[in-house]
Nanobody
């Protein structure tokens, strides 16, 4: 059973920083990419950033230059460094792993449980 466990959310003042962590565990034989999505109250879930083993890192325009995603394809971890946070960054942030290979070679995708980020003074 593959699980994604996120941590690092919390309350931060505007202009502050937070670092989110995501670790995939279970019988994993490879992951193609890991991404971060977020969902603000009453809004649809949106892509924040994605990092892949064989593709350029991609950021949503709203976070480009402020957020940095990293992905370790050996340790199956991803981090999202969030700087210069704004109130509009307030949301539940979800980790997403795509192309998770199991012992049979099958590929599946998994979501984490989400972590709340609140930017407020």
């Amino acid at each position: 059973q593959v699980q994604l466990v996120e941590s690092g959310g919390g309350l931060v003042q505007p202009g502050g920083s937070l670092r989110l962590s995501c670790a995939a565990s279970g019988r994993i034989f490879g992951i193609k990419s890991m991404a971060w999505y977020r969902q603000a109250e009453g809004q649809q879930r949106e892509l924040v950033a994605v990092a892949a083993t064989s593709a350029p890192t991609t950021y949503a325009p709203s976070v480009r230059g402020r957020f940095i995603i990293s992905f370790d394809a050996v340790k199956y971890t991803s981090f999202l460094q969030m700087n210069s946070l704004k109130s509009e960054d307030t949301a539940v942030y979800y980790c997403y792993a795509e192309g998770v290979k199991d012992y049979r070679g099958s590929l599946r995708n998994f979501w984490g449980q989400g972590t709340q980020v609140t930017v407020s003074s």
